[in-house]
């Protein structure tokens, strides 16, 4: 009996010393790969090629929804998955109340849900995505990012791509949070 004991902490002190190791690990940089213009316009159309199911050549709002929905059940069961750490199918008290400790350790989260509804709405008001339309934008991106128009983008390429896309993002973020103020005063600032 005692010797199960033993066991069973020393499993228990292993997973966590594996636990710590695996956080501790630092998260590799992403590297930027160069990328040719086929693989870059596949990338951004494939996602749409797959949600539309009715193969009409675009995705309507349905579609956009299933997506969505799927999504989010991939999400919730992957949250499982992280609760159920001793994976036995089964949240236990001590697993949920680790996880609660953990987020308390992090701190508040940032509510990020007023960004994100503006854009869906505007999404909807659009009507169903043109495929043919997507790709013509994607094949016209990577033309203007793809400044040495070798056909291929280049590491540094994408990251001017990538920084310019991050301009424009925080400056549409701006504005929208300008107008949200606008439009209700009394609304907590958003930075
Ligand atoms: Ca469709
Ligand atoms: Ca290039």
Known sequence: MRTNIIGGLTVVVLAAVA???TAQQPAPARAVEPVAREAFVAHRVDR????D????GSVSADELRAVRQARRAEKTGSAFDRLD?????????????????ARAERGPRAHRGDHARP??????????????????KATEQFDR???DRDGVLSAAE??????AMREHRRDRMERRAAR????????????
């Open 53 to 56: 199911a009715n193969g009409d």
């Open 85 to 101: 750490t001793d994976r036995d199918g089964m949240i236990s008290r001590a697993e949920f109340d680790a996880r609660a400790t």
């Open 48 to 51: 749409l090629t797959s949600a």
């Open 19 to 21: 636990g710590v190791a």
């Open 180 to 191: 949200a103020s606008e439009q209700s005063p009394q609304a907590p600032a958003s930075e």
């Open 145 to 147: 990012l793809d400044t």
């Open 119 to 136: 854009a869906r709405a505007e999404r909807a008001a659009r009507g169903p995505v043109d495929i043919a339309e997507a790709r013509a």
């Open 158 to 163: 994408r990251q001017a791509g990538r920084e």
